[in-house]
């Protein structure tokens, strides 16, 4: 049997389900790094994906709690819609990336692993990215720590 050893995955293992909807945020912003929240706007954020397929996988959600794009206000919508495109602007100016997949999943049939509360992922991708680890033992490798990508995106979100 091959090994491949991640003891930074201790912690994941470790740790206690959250409780509630990971996406209600709640106004405390003493909690945005622990969150991994990296923008607050009007009506919507942004926020790193704890269970990442890549580095500097983000999401961008609205504050309020819905699954369905129907019920957000124009306002709303366009709000959502500016928290996509900095993520990706963000994205592009610290990691170069040489695409992205932009887009949700609604409904747990879709794939959704949070189907209560919509969210759009905003991907970076690049030549090569998914190597022969996820095609041949469904791992993936990502070379950067959760707590150093929050600490280099931040600052581009607060430009």
């Given at each position: 049997m091959e090994r491949l050893w991640a003891p930074w995955r201790v912690e994941?293992?470790?740790?206690?389900?959250?409780?509630g909807c990971v996406f209600c945020i709640g106004d405390d912003r003493a909690e945005d790094a622990e969150r991994l929240v990296l923008y607050r706007g009007k009506h919507s954020f942004a926020i790193m994906n704890r269970y990442p397929y890549v580095n500097g996988h983000l999401m961008a959600a609205p504050y309020r709690h819905t699954a369905e794009p129907e019920e957000l206000s124009t306002e709303e919508h366009c709000d959502l819609w500016e928290?996509?495109?900095?993520?990706r602007s963000v994205l592009r100016d610290s990691l170069s990336p040489q695409g992205y997949n932009i887009g949700m999943n609604l409904g747990k049939t879709a794939g959704a692993g949070v189907a209560d509360h919509l969210h759009i992922h905003v991907v970076p991708r690049w030549h090569g990215d998914t190597s022969f680890m996820s095609v041949i033992d469904d791992v993936r490798v990502i070379p950067e720590s959760l707590a150093a990508m929050y600490d280099r995106l931040l600052p581009l979100f607060r430009r």
């Open positions: 994941y293992i470790l740790q206690k389900p959250p409780e928290t996509v495109v900095l993520c």
